[in-house]
């Protein structure tokens, strides 16, 4: 079993309290890694030593940054395969999933270094002769990365390239039931030629290391992916200082069927949206809104598919649906099954915690008669849980995919174009899926969500520089002499 120890001012460093934390494999419990848990003197070291390296790299011209991003991301796909096996022995997700978990970390690098030689600010005339304006993006300065265990690498991927190639210098926490990956990634960046001082990796519990990051006052700005709960509590705590905070957060994401939906495609869509990552993902479709007509067949279906999925160790490549990552999380989802069965819905599959395999493995859940106000239909379970919601007409349908506080992504299944722009036009959600399940971004667009999912930024696509930088307006006056602006010529 491996030790690993804190990144720091470009070295690996052992944690000033000498406490560490274990890892474990969520299919077979095994002790994987012990890691140093940084203490709140640590994470302060990691901001100084940031701060210190923040003049020379914000300095450094963007293409140049950009050339330690293109070595990274071929050294990311090099070690692909390699890379995913440790995420699913660390995380659990199934192979296949891992590998496209570390495809879109290769795919961000990628496409931040090329955002190297761009990096647009706008010009655009004057109201006044002899002038020239234009807007240049500047760095924010030494920022906070906070993320989730579900994408070990793929989301700090996210947030880091485009941090670094926009010139920030960053203090870095990963979710202490994944720090592997980002462990990595550290190394493959280091190995890369990032200088001493630009990222550095601090890890250990999110209340103490998190926290210290997101109340240290040379943090700027905090982009943190993870539960709406965490997310109030560092938009809040983050205000104090005014620091600039991106949140992506949860989400309870609608697939609607209507009945002139091409139906195995539409059980295809739902099997994969909502049991993929064994419903992990923040855009797991957790809410199916049925159109009435097509109820009884499409249930009987999607019962009959759901039985054919296979759960195991996610190693083994006949695997659909992996463990979940933790025991918490395990007796989270259970508690919801029986909440679901007190409210009245019916359970008709699944559900049960998987004994005597040694993870931490659950059937994937079907639940029927559900309604709207149900606790298992509007809040995130995040596992293999599916509500099945009837649905008179589409105005119905879309009225329950809107009531909840959640809005990341949503999906109509649907041949009928008026009702494809329709759910567009309607539905309350950040991305909108039409005939296609609810997971599935690509990183050239931009991805976040509406109302409680976060607080207006996007990641990825164009909007991940804007996440990352500031925007300076710059006037040059060349007439030589006083000129106003906002003043009536005659
Ligand atoms: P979480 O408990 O909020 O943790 C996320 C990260 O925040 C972890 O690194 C955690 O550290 C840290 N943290 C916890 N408390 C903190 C605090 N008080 N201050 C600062 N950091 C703190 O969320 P999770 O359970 O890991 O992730 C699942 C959630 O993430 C779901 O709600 C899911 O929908 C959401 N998610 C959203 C997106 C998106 O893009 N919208 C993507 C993926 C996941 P520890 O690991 O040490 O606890």
């Keep these: ?7 720091i001012d470009g070295e690996w460093t052992g944690s000033s309290s000498g406490e560490t934390f274990d890892d474990f494999n969520p299919a077979t419990l ?3 890694a012990r890691l140093h848990k940084a203490s709140k003197d640590d994470v302060q070291r990691a901001v100084d030593s940031a701060e210190d390296a923040f003049e020379a790299w914000s300095r450094t011209p963007a293409p140049r940054r950009a050339t330690i991003l293109f070595r990274a991301a071929r050294m990311l796909e090099e070690r692909k395969e390699e890379l995913a096996r440790l995420m699913t022995g660390e995380m659990g997700k199934v192979l296949k999933e891992a590998r496209g978990d570390v495809q879109e970390a290769i795919d961000i690098t990628y496409y931040a270094a090329g955002e190297g030689r761009r990096l647009l600010g706008e010009t655009t005339p004057s109201e006044l002769p002899d002038k020239f304006c234009l807007t240049v993006r500047r760095p924010i300065g030494v920022v906070g990365l906070i993320t989730p265990w579900n994408f070990p690498i793929a989301i700090p991927a996210w947030k880091i390239m485009p941090a670094l190639i926009s010139g920030n210098t960053l203090v870095f926490k990963p979710a202490s039931d994944t720090p592997l990956l980002s462990i990595e990634l550290v190394k493959i960046l280091t190995e890369a030629g990032l200088p001493r001082g630009v990222l550095n990796l601090v890890m250990g519990e999110g209340s103490t290391v998190g926290g210290a990051i997101v109340k240290n006052k040379k943090i700027r700005a905090v982009s943190f992916t993870g539960s709406l709960e965490t997310g109030k509590w560092i938009l809040g705590e983050a205000a104090r200082d005014m620091k600039r905070v991106s949140l992506e957060l949860g989400g309870k994401n609608p697939i609607i069927v209507m009945d002139d939906a091409d139906m195995g495609m539409a059980i295809d869509g739902v099997l994969w949206g909502a049991f993929g990552t064994t419903g992990q993902r923040c855009t797991a479709a957790s809410r199916v809104i049925v159109q009435e007509k097509i109820l009884p067949l499409f249930q009987k279906r999607l ?19 992996g463990p979940v990552i933790n025991n918490t999380q395990l ?3 259970a508690r919801y099954i029986e909440i679901g069965k007190e409210e009245g819905a019916k359970l008709v599959l699944g559900g049960r915690i998987i004994k005597p395999l040694p993870g931490h493995f659950i059937e994937p859940a ?4 559900v309604t709207p106000d149900m606790r298992i239909a509007r809040e995130e379970i995040f596992g293999p849980v599916v509500s099945l919601i009837r649905a008179g007409d589409l105005d119905e349908a879309i009225k329950i995919a809107n009531s909840v506080e959640y809005g990341l992504s949503s999906s109509i299944y649907t041949k009928n174009i008026t009702n494809a722009f329709k759910a567009v036009e309607k539905i309350e959600a950040g991305i909108t899926y039409i005939n296609a399940p609810t997971i599935g971004s690509e990183i050239h667009l931009p991805f976040g969500g509406v109302k409680s999912t976060g607080n207006g930024t996007r990641e990825a696509g164009t909007t991940a520089i804007e996440e990352f930088t500031e ?3 710059v006037y040059f006056d060349y007439s030589g002499k006083l000129q106003k602006a906002q003043i009536d010529v005659e």
């Design 1 to 7: 079993m491996q030790e690993y120890k804190l990144f």
């Design 30 to 32: 095994e002790l994987i």
């Design 303 to 321: 019962i009959e598919r759901t039985k054919l999925l296979k759960i195991g160790n996610g190693l083994d490549e006949n695997v659909d649906i």
């Design 331 to 333: 007796q989270k989802i």
């Design 366 to 369: 079907l639940f029927s008669d």
């Design 471 to 473: 925007l300076k307006t």
